[in-house]
């Protein structure tokens, strides 16, 4: 049954949520009715289109990616981030993520940012649109800070990531995602809000999990983050099947008798 906010929120210290990205209606159809929510990240950028990070995403590009994802998942809370430049201000953020909402049936879209993003949650969420908060280690900000740098290693950190998790708690964001933080972070962090804390890379304290598609299935092999459980070997599943393919046709052995019109 799909999730509302509600029965999201009821979750916190009953039972742990289960997030997972998807990019297109092909795997959202496979993980529809599985998992609590289906975050069309802009990670999709990297594992989808290419690129070394996620800075250039675009709204348009998230919006095609999120149609197709909640063509596929009719079942399951959909959340589509909000890619870099869209919500600088609140103004800016409230054109994008009315867009967002007006051209996608997504339930929910996710900021990236602390405190100082309190002002436009609160902004969004006071306009009909639910908000999913992102704290400690920023994908968006890997150019900014030179990269992806593991945060809440030190009790001063900890204490302003709590109090990031705490401003967007009061602003009306319904969850929050904590990435690549030490775990005694992240349970700090969910220990202080009574909203769900989302972990990936954020140790097993927290209130639920998400990961990238593409790495748990083990398709992008270029780099293996530490905190990655990877579920199959996607990769070389798909190249064995293309050789497999290749030497087929090339031996006569595709298409048989059956395979034919
Ligand atoms: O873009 C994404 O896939 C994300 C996850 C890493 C949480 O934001």
Redo the contacts with the bound molecule.
């Keep these: 049954m799909k999730q509302t906010i509600g029965s999201i929120l009821k979750a916190k210290n009953n039972r742990k949520l289960t997030m997972i990205?998807a990019y297109d209606a092909l795997f959202a159809r496979l993980f529809d009715d599985q998992v609590d929510f289906i975050?069309v990240?802009?990670?999709l950028n990297m594992s989808f289109a290419g690129k070394k990070d996620?800075i250039s995403a675009t709204l348009e590009q998230m919006i095609y990616h999120t149609n197709a994802v909640c063509a596929g998942a009719k079942n399951t809370f959909v959340i589509c981030?909000m890619p870099f430049g869209t919500y600088t201000d609140s103004k800016t953020a409230l054109k994008n993520a009315i867009k967002v909402f007006r051209e996608t049936s997504a339930d929910a879209i996710?900021i990236e940012g602390g405190k100082q993003k309190a002002h436009i949650i609160k902004d969004l969420v006071d306009n009909s649109i639910a908000v999913v908060g992102?704290i400690g280690l920023l994908?968006q900000n890997f150019r900014s800070e030179g990269g992806y740098k593991v945060k809440g290693k030190d009790d001063a950190n900890i204490q302003s990531l709590i109090a990031d998790a705490k401003a967007i708690e009061e602003a009306g964001a319904f969850c929050i995602?904590v990435?690549g933080v030490k775990e005694e972070a992240g349970e700090a962090i969910a220990k202080s809000v009574n909203i769900p804390i989302i972990g990936?890379g954020a140790g097993a304290k927290v209130d639920g999990q998400?990961l990238?598609w593409s790495d748990m299935f083990g398709f992008f092999d270029e780099f293996k983050p530490k905190f990655v459980r990877q579920y199959i070997d996607g990769a070389n599943l798909v190249k064995k099947a293309v050789a497999e393919y290749k030497n087929d046709v090339e031996s006569l052995n595709f298409p048989n008798e059956n395979e034919k019109y």
């Design positions: 990205t975050l990240g802009d990670s996620t981030d996710k992102h994908p995602v990435e990936i998400v990238v």
